[in-house]
Nanobody
Framework: VQLQASGGGLVQPGGSLRLSCAPS????????LGWYRQAPGKQRDMVATITLGGSTNYADFVKGRFAISRDSAKNTVILQLNTLKPEDTAVYYC??????????WGQGTLVTVSS
């Protein structure tokens, strides 16, 4: 199973970005899909997840600013990042929890928020 992440880049504070995660299998072959992030020198933190049933969960530090969704037609999971702050700068990793409980990680995509 592979998770292909894309969409990172450089954005000014207050700006927006859209990250995409495309699994090699169906998005419905995972108990959950989502995003984690890791800033330099810090631990990897959960950002947002969406379950097979469509329930979403967000870290407190992104609530009201980020939104995760699933596009079944394109077989992708989208993370919309709005009102970005410099502290959102990190490598963002796509994450998948398989139906049998195995975890999968995609390659990271760098998000840099800077003026």
């Amino acid at each position: 199973v592979q998770l292909q992440a894309s969409g990172g880049g450089l954005v000014q504070p207050g700006g927006s970005l859209r990250l995409s995660c495309a699994p090699s299998g169906s998005v419905f072959s995972f108990n959950a899909l989502g995003w984690y992030r890791q800033a330099p020198g810090k631990q990897r933190d959960m950002v947002a997840t969406i379950t097979l049933g469509g329930s979403t969960n967000y870290a407190d530090f992104v609530k009201g600013r980020f939104a995760i969704s699933r596009d079944s037609a394109k077989n992708t999971v989208i993370l919309q990042l709005n009102t970005l702050k410099p502290e959102d700068t990190a490598v963002y990793y796509c994450y998948g929890l398989g139906l049998l409980g195995r975890e999968f990680w995609g390659q990271g995509t760098l998000v840099t928020v800077s003026s």
